[in-house]
T-cell receptor
Framework: DQQVKQNSPSLSVQEGRISILNCDYTNSMFDYFLWYKKYPAEGPTFLISISSIKDKNEDGRFTVFLNKSAKHLSLHIVPSQPGDSAVYFCAASVWGTDKLIFGTGTRLQVFP | KAGVTQTPRYLIKTRGQQVTLSCSPISGHRSVSWYQQTPGQGLQFLFEYFSETQRNKGNFPGRFSGRQFSNSRSEMNVSTLELGDSALYLC??????????????FGSGTQLSVL
């Protein structure tokens, strides 16, 4: 039972344009959401998070949007850079628990 | 400050064997979590330890077990290996008792291949 889903396994975007990565979840108890980035041969690194009391959180070029009614969140990267090419994982949790549920990941490729 | 260290980086085993993977968390971190990454399945939660106690467990068979030592180092064991156990095993540590916030630091993983 995949509670966190990333339905696009890959995305290709031109440098300078916007990258939009999507994530859907099924568990309405989730109240904290995170995005991690992973380069080959490295562990995932934290990118940005959002709690369910917000619908948007920005950090530089990265913005996460949360639509609780649709159980959907998205990560916007603008402008996209070649160094952003990586696998992006969406993750969710119920605050106060100690278990992070990850999606299957989306491979982003930013080309010149 | 040294990051999360996992050893070995690569491992090749045959079906039926057992394997032990090691994880040294960031100094001062007391929570250690383990994840399995396979193509198409993302990162699947295995278990989480805090102060030598397993507090959470994912939906994996009993062949997967772990433990944490008093110095917070953790080991994960897989017995009776199956071909489907081939994966990247990631360890993550956290300074707080809640591993679900952004203060979760991952190691580079151990790539296990079962032949």
């Amino acid at each position: 039972d995949q509670q966190v889903k990333q339905n696009s396994p890959s995305l290709s975007v031109q440098e300078g344009r916007i990258s939009i990565l999507n994530c859907d979840y099924t568990n309405s108890m989730f109240d904290y959401f995170l995005w991690y980035k992973k380069y080959p041969a490295e562990g995932p690194t934290f990118l940005i998070s959002i709690s369910s009391i917000k619908d948007k959180n920005e950090d530089g070029r990265f913005t996460v949007f949360l639509n609780k009614s649709a159980k959907h969140l998205s990560l916007h990267i603008v402008p996209s850079q070649p160094g952003d090419s990586a696998v992006y994982f969406c993750a969710a949790s119920v605050w106060g628990t100690d278990k992070l549920i990850f999606g299957t990941g989306t491979r982003l490729q930013v080309f010149p | 400050k040294a990051g999360v260290t996992q050893t070995p980086r690569y491992l090749i085993k045959t079906r039926g064997q057992q394997v032990t993977l090691s994880c040294s968390p960031i100094s001062g971190h007391r929570s250690v979590s383990w994840y399995q990454q396979t193509p198409g399945q993302g990162l699947q939660f295995l278990f989480e330890y805090f102060s030598e106690t397993q507090r959470n467990k994912g939906n994996f068979p009993g062949r997967f077990s772990g433990r944490q030592f008093s110095n917070s180092r953790s080991e994960m064991n897989v017995s009776t290996l199956e071909l489907g156990d081939s994966a990247l095993y990631l360890c993550a540590s956290s300074s707080s008792s809640f591993a679900t916030n952004e203060k979760l630091f991952f190691g580079s993983g151990t790539q296990l291949s079962v032949l």
